[in-house]
């Protein structure tokens, strides 16, 4: 076998080939692509357009730079987006070249880069580590602060103080209304915990008041619940976290309150009745009644008053670091309408104009696109781009596609990881593909290691994907530890911290501390280039890389020994490498012809680095 030149063309958004990835509107960048320096391309040109009409521009031979030849040209950024593909002139063919890959034929613009101007990106979230709390379920720090047993009742249930050895009871049976006793002051305790797995950010689900467990029925966005400890306790954990150089965000319901909010009662024209008993609710759950963006007053209350909700926990003495919006993607929907592009690009101007350091993502389960060009969130919930095809190549049936059509899907294969995964990142501006918030478990689905068509293996496998993908990544309280938990009843991905530590699964909390651990050293991690290096049936190898080195993953989900041939010489001039992880037995790793050759067992992964 033999490297295909076309295979090493290449370019992105990242330093090595804009010299500015965060331009200002009027400011000159240049723009590079490169191949192998013997590849047949004669001329190389830059396609756009500017004020409507298309521009196509040949780009100057930069240099050569070991194995690969640059070419370049400097553009002028007149429009707050620039997109733009690459035309590739052979003596015998054209190609076209996006972010989806190279190509014979002329393209449509969807998968074009994009540098968008004047973007106001989260200096902090590249180098983050995410750790998501249920606060109920996390540690419990104040027992002063127990809801009690047939304290108030909601809805026909009433309230019940559950043992931190209980299994969480199911909705049938206590109506959300079964508490553990978790608090703020609880994740205060454990922030040393925290710290010591290489967590450097958290992600609360909601705590202000409201009558459930979940405390998605918010009762008063400007009340933290009691039983969490109340206004205080966030303010006080928030600086111990701050004092200790970690991040927090705030999960938020802005698309409906709870039947038990005080607007609800008061301001009946904050929501949509239609007449005394009937009003528009979340997916029909009368307890979320939705609020009407229609109404100035609303968009007034949430985001744009000096004191409205979302500015309200942004600034002293509380100062987040950013908010995750449940379900963004039905926010200002309601029957048709169409107004909710102005109230997301409202929400992130007035946001971002109060601290453009803080980071935005929304729950999103399938196609975001429009949503992620730079005008609305910084982030998706990634289930899109990382959950759904990772656990799917990793033996699972995608799980929203088997709660509406509960048809199976093909799974363990590589071609279709791939076309997943690029089909999200490539139709986005480079800078926000890599704040994409990516996750293996979350509050909504069975976890990730108690799937039951997921192997050993490949558990350790999808925590090594979860920390060298493009992307931030997240853990959920407790996967790191293997914590229990049954499908079905969402109650069974909420389980209590074990904080019994001869109970933890110590294989997955050394591979999580490990791979954190890593992906916090190597640079190469966190901004280098991503690439899709080979997909088959039953395989993938995707690398991480710069000038100067590269990280590359290798898996193989094939039922038999194989071989597979990496083509290393296609991203850069390694002469040394050294394995990083293998969850399987050593195999002799060989270097010819500009291709790494590796034979893998069945479900076996490699994570080499390569270097000068």
């Given at each position: 076998m033999q490297v295909n030149w076309m295979d090493s063309v290449f370019s992105d958004g990242s330093i090595r080939f804009?010299?500015?990835?965060?331009?200002?509107?009027?400011?000159?960048?240049?723009?590079?692509?490169?191949?192998?320096?013997d590849s047949p391309v004669e001329k190389a040109y830059i396609r756009y357009t500017l004020n409507g009409e298309e521009r196509v521009v040949e780009l100057e031979e930069k240099d050569i730079k070991g194995n690969f030849i640059y070419y370049w040209t400097r553009i002028k950024?007149?429009?707050?987006?620039?997109?733009?593909?690459?035309?590739?002139?052979?003596?015998?063919?054209v190609y076209y070249y996006n972010q989806m890959g190279l190509f014979e034929h002329f393209i449509t613009e969807d998968y074009d880069f994009k540098l968008i101007a004047d973007f106001e990106k989260p200096s902090w979230v590249d180098d983050a580590i995410f750790y998501q709390i249920f606060v109920d379920r996390f540690y419990n720090g104040n027992t002063e602060n127990d809801v009690k047993d047939g304290e108030y009742t909601y809805r026909g249930f009433s309230s019940k103080k559950m043992n931190w050895q209980d299994k969480p009871g199911k909705y049938e049976i206590y109506g959300n209304l079964d508490f553990f006793g978790g608090d703020l002051e609880g994740i205060a305790q454990k922030i040393d915990y925290l710290k010591e797995l290489g967590v450097n950010a958290l992600y609360l689900n909601p705590i202000f008041e409201a009558p459930s467990n979940h405390k998605y029925d918010c009762a008063d966005y400007f009340s933290v619940d009691k039983h969490f400890g109340g206004n205080r306790a966030l303010e006080q954990l928030n600086k111990k976290l701050h004092e200790e150089d970690m991040k927090i965000i705030l999960d938020i319901s802005i698309n409906h309150t709870g039947d038990t909010h005080h607007w609800f009662k008061e301001k009946r024209d904050f929501y949509y009745f239609?007449?005394?008993?009937?009003?528009?609710?979340?997916?029909?759950?009368?307890?979320l009644p939705v609020l009407?963006?229609?109404?100035?007053?609303?968009?007034?209350?949430?985001?744009?008053?000096?004191?409205?909700?979302?500015?309200?926990?942004?600034?002293?003495?509380?100062?987040?670091?950013?908010?995750?919006?449940?379900?963004?993607?039905?926010?200002?929907?309601?029957k048709g309408s169409t107004i909710y592009r102005e109230i997301w690009r409202e929400i992130r101007r007035e946001l971002k104009t109060l601290n453009k350091d803080a980071y935005l993502i929304a729950e999103h389960w399938t196609d975001a696109e429009e949503y992620l060009q730079g005008d609305m969130w910084d982030s998706i919930m990634n289930y899109f781009g990382f959950f759904r095809p990772v656990r799917k190549y990793l033996g699972e049936n995608d799980l929203f596609t088997g709660w509406k059509i509960k048809n199976p899907m093909k799974t363990k294969n590589g071609i279709n990881f791939s076309k997943e995964v690029m089909q999200h990142f490539a139709r986005l501006p480079y800078i926000i593909q890599g704040m994409q918030f990516n996750l293996l478990s979350s509050h909504d689905v069975h976890r990730f290691h108690n799937s039951p068509t997921i192997s050993r293996k490949n558990i350790l496998t999808g925590i090594v994907m979860l920390l060298t993908f493009i992307g931030i990544p997240c853990i959920y309280y407790g996967d790191e530890i293997g914590l229990e938990g049954d499908l079905g009843d969402l109650s069974n991905c909420r389980y209590p911290f074990n904080w019994d530590e001869k109970k933890w699964d110590k294989e997955i909390y050394e591979t999580y501390k490990r791979l954190i651990a890593l992906r916090r050293k190597e640079k190469v991690l966190i901004d280098g280039s991503f690439k899709i290096l080979t997909a088959d049936d039953s395989s993938i190898s995707y690398a991480r890389f710069n000038e100067d080195e590269a990280i590359i993953f290798i898996n193989s989900q094939d039922k038999e020994e194989r071989t597979i041939y990496i083509p290393l010489l296609t991203i850069g001039d390694f002469n040394n490498f050294e394995v990083i992880f293998n969850n399987g037995e050593e195999s002799e790793i060989a270097y010819e012809n500009g291709l790494i050759v590796v034979n893998l067992k069945p479900e076996q992964t490699y994570l080499i680095k390569f270097y000068r």
């Open positions: 804009v010299s500015n990835p965060l331009p200002q509107l009027n400011e000159k960048i240049t723009i590079s692509i490169r191949m192998l320096k950024i007149e429009e707050p987006v620039l997109k733009y593909h690459f035309i590739l002139c052979t003596r015998d063919n239609y007449d005394d008993e009937n009003y528009e609710s979340w997916c029909g759950v009368k307890s009407k963006y229609e109404n100035p007053e609303v968009r007034n209350a949430i985001y744009k008053d000096e004191k409205s909700v979302l500015k309200y926990w942004l600034t002293e003495p509380y100062c987040i670091d950013g908010w995750r919006f449940d379900v963004g993607h039905y926010t200002a929907k309601v």
